[in-house]
């Protein structure tokens, strides 16, 4: 199981398409003390993956002590980072508090394209540095992509990019409008070519060694399984069943896309939000409304539910609205 805590909402960029809104610091973000509890309470509920992300979590001065604690707890700590704050000396000091692996943030080989969607000049190079610092230094490290129209040509060069550079794995994130991301919806791919771009990951997927993850596109599993690929992976969208957040106030949401409250850790310890949970149990049902209720293949895949959500008035359990497939009931 997986856990993202948005440790901060200060970030040195301001991406387009931050579903975090980041940029200045949140108001009451926990403090150490309060994070070690909720750390504490984490392991406690049986998660294994513990992922410290943000706004930029390199901008917390108490990010080395964190991911420390998060190991001596048994959990496996990485980030979720832009990669321009990987210096030499950054990830010795990440290597010796016990951190894992790193998720790096490159959404174009064009430098320019990059450097726009995050406003910031020098992002797309300080990113690329990032990961050299960490293949050289021997820490694990993986490309985060997030697709839009004008963007989806480039994965297989991103991916063999990716491998290039070392990384472990290339996730391609597909947008999902939440946050600033609202503004640029219009960008989002829509059916045919949402399916037919999770089609492409796939087969790249067969002609590389690193792993690909399309990511808020749950119906690889699908279209995995209709090609005959066997998979790591058991499930598509994880929200609330195998994954949640919390942000950077303590509040847990079910995922980073899905901005439904399930409860303060400062008042109510996570373990019991994650266990007890009335929206969380709803999805763990999988009682799905429309094609994805009906459609064999909805316990690997799920749908998004974020998606569905936001262009189903709130409704999390609707069906997902770019899914071309006609679900249907029966055996896979």
């Known amino acids: 199981m997986i856990v993202s805590w948005n440790t901060t909402n200060a970030c040195n960029m301001y991406c387009d398409h931050c579903y975090r809104d980041s940029g200045s610091i949140a108001a009451e973000e926990l403090t150490t003390a309060e994070a070690k509890t909720m750390l504490e309470q984490i392991a406690r509920a049986g998660f294994q993956i513990m992922i410290f992300s943000g706004g930029e979590p390199l901008l917390r001065t108490d990010i080395f002590k964190l991911v420390a604690y998060a190991r001596e707890l048994g959990l496996k700590p990485v ?17 010796d508090a016990g951190a894992m692996g790193m998720g790096i943030s490159l959404d174009s ?5 990059h450097d726009s969607l995050r406003r910031t000049a020098g992002a797309w190079q300080g990113a690329v540095q990032g990961m050299r610092n960490c293949r050289q230094l021997g820490l694990p490290f993986q490309l ?27 996730h391609i994130f597909f947008l999902v409008p939440t946050g600033r ?6 960008k989002s791919l829509r059916a045919e070519a949402y399916e037919e771009l999770i089609a492409r990951i796939m087969k790249k997927q067969q002609a590389v060694d ?22 790591r ?68 895949c799920g749908g998004c539910r974020a998606r569905a959500a936001y262009y189903h008035g709130g409704d999390y359990m609707a069906e997902e609205p770019w899914c071309p497939y006609p679900g249907r009931k029966g055996d896979c």
């Not at 991301?181 to 219009?186: K, L, N, R």
């Open 79 to 95: 980030l979720g980072t832009n990669g321009t704050l990987l210096t030499s000396k950054t990830v010795n000091e990440l290597k």
């Open 109 to 113: 080989l064009d430098s320019e394209k």
């Open 144 to 170: 985060h992509t997030t697709v839009m129209e004008w963007n989806s040509s480039e994965m297989e060069k991103l991916t063999d990019f990716a491998t290039h550079e070392g990384a472990r794995a290339h």
């Open 181 to 186: 991301a609202v503004s640029i919806e219009v």
């Open 210 to 231: 690193i792993e690909l993850k399309p990511t808020c596109a749950p119906q690889f599993m699908r279209i995995a399984k209709q090609m005959g690929m066997e998979l």
């Open 233 to 300: 992976f058991s499930r598509g969208c994880l929200a609330g069943t195998a994954y949640c957040i919390v942000n950077p106030s303590g509040q847990v949401q079910p995922c980073a896309y899905l901005d439904v409250p399930l409860g303060d850790v400062r008042h109510t310890p996570f373990d019991q939000i994650w266990r007890d949970n009335d929206v969380l149990n709803k999805l763990r049902s999988l009682d799905y409304k429309g094609k994805c209720g009906s459609c064999n293949f909805k316990k690997y």
